[in-house]
């Protein structure tokens, strides 16, 4: 039998490890079972997630790094949510800020919360940069204004 953590019963208001929110209920089955994405296979639901890859496309295994060619949901709340590929799943390396590739391991700390404000420090100094230089640009387009209406009133 193997052990809690690789297997998951999958509802649509149940988390999948993996898979994106909006995705969980295309995984939960309506007859307890899970049609692979690539419909190479029709799995029991308890087998996602369970370290063994039974769908051709890998859909059955977002969770764990059994299948090469499946991706891995990081939702990183705080900053920006992102995929990897799942054969970076407890590899050791911290792929999500947020570490949920590294549920096994462990070794990851949760580093969205900083991350995310330090992109949102940049997206607003870049937005004040961006006022500011429209602002000059007006001021500029309104001072050539001027200059072709008072050049235009001389050659009149």
């Not at 690789?6 to 209920?25: D, E, F, H, K, N």
């Not at 059994?66 to 891995?72: D, H, K, Q």
Request: net charge negative; with cysteine.
């Amino acid at each position: 039998m193997l052990p809690a953590f690789y297997s998951l019963q999958a509802t649509a208001q149940t988390p999948i490890r993996g898979v994106r929110p909006s995705q969980w209920s295309a995984h939960a089955g309506v007859d307890g079972s899970f049609q692979c994405r690539d419909s190479s296979a029709k799995v029991p639901v308890a087998a996602l997630n369970d370290d063994y890859c039974d769908c051709a496309d890998g859909s059955d295994e977002p969770g764990t790094s059994a299948c090469p060619n499946s991706l891995f949901y990081c939702a990183n709340k705080g900053h920006k949510s992102s995929e990897v590929f799942s054969s970076m799943v407890n590899d050791g390396v911290c792929d999500c800020c947020d570490g949920s590739d590294e549920w096994q391991t462990g070794v990851c700390e949760n580093d969205c919360i900083a991350l995310g404000a330090a992109n949102r420090a940049k997206a607003e100094e870049r937005a004040r940069l961006v006022t500011k230089g429209h602002e000059i640009a007006t001021q500029w387009a309104a001072r050539g204004e001027a200059s072709r209406v008072s050049t235009q009133a001389e050659l009149t």
